[in-house]
């Protein structure tokens, strides 16, 4: 190689190292920008969550002081009023139980995703927890002329480890949609199934179904499918989304198969191993 040639390599590396420094700052300074960001996406996060709380709880206390005047309203007055003035008064409680319930979800959410919440955990046969969640329910359905059907399973299944409460509330919320999007003299079946080491809880319905477009969505915080907004305006899109929290606690899955005909919500539960 000519002297000339050595100088131009050793030149040309010169410049290739240069350029990779520049890189590497770049890189560092990129870094350190995404670092930024990240902590001011958490804090504002954190803001978003803090306004949320201290709303709900400014809030809570006078709905709970307007329910405790419209029930007095409703006791003392109730022979004096008008039918008309009767059903305004339903309308109002009506209204003012919305309103707690879903300041009270508010609450709930707030305290679920900061992981607030303590967990008490007991062994139990699956139906001590099923079949208390759909007699609570049995009112709703019978007021939207649904029927619930739950098949208790033959033989003996594997306990589950679970809060029963917490667990309970899950299983309510995905009930309560079936029931809630369903149309009217149609059914809602319940089951469960053996898969070890989970337990698989499926609720059929046969309602209006959940759009391909909205799969990815449903379990995000206040999201609400068009075509359940039409077939049911009241709802607050937070269901799912502590729903699938309590489940992914537990070890378990929450997912779905839907179509025009109806939808199918599966729920894993992670059987008792200490035995
Ligand atoms: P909400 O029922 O208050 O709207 P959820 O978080 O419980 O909120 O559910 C989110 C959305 O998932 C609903 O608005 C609806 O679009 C869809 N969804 C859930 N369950 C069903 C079901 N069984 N059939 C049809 N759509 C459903």
Do not use: C
């Amino acid at each position: 190689m000519h002297a000339s040639d050595e100088y131009n390599e050793v030149e040309h590396l010169k410049q290739l190292l240069k350029d990779q420094e520049v890189s590497a700052k770049l890189l560092v300074r990129r870094d350190r920008e995404l670092t930024r960001a990240h902590e001011k996406i958490q804090e504002l996060g954190q803001m978003k969550s803090d306004f949320i709380f201290v709303v709900a709880h400014q809030l809570r206390t006078p709905l709970s002081v307007t329910k405790w005047a419209l029930d007095i309203l409703g006791e003392n007055a109730h022979e004096s009023l008008t039918s008309e003035q009767q059903a305004i008064l339903a309308r109002g409680k009506e209204s003012n139980e919305r309103m707690i319930q879903l300041v009270d979800d508010l609450l709930k959410v707030d305290l679920y995703e900061t992981g607030k919440v303590q967990y008490m955990l007991t062994v139990v046969p699956i139906s001590e927890l099923i079949q208390p969640v759909v007699d609570r329910l049995l009112p709703l359905a019978a007021q939207q002329g649904v029927t619930l059907e739950y098949v208790a399973p033959e033989g003996e299944l594997s306990p589950v480890h679970v809060d029963v409460e917490k667990l309970g509330a899950a299983l309510q919320n995905v009930m309560e949609n079936a029931v809630k999007y369903s149309p009217k003299d149609s059914v809602v079946n319940i089951a469960v199934q053996e898969k070890s080491p989970h337990l698989i809880v499926s609720i059929h319905d046969t309602g209006i179904g959940i759009p391909p477009e909205d799969k990815e969505k449903i379990f995000s915080k206040f999201y609400r499918g068009t075509n359940a907004v039409k077939a049911q305006t009241e709802g607050s899109g937070l269901g799912l989304f502590m729903t699938r929290k309590i489940i992914k606690r537990h070890g378990g899955e929450i997912w779905f198969e839907s179509s025009a005909g109806g939808t199918t919500f599966y729920i894993s539960i992670p059987t008792d191993t200490t035995n």
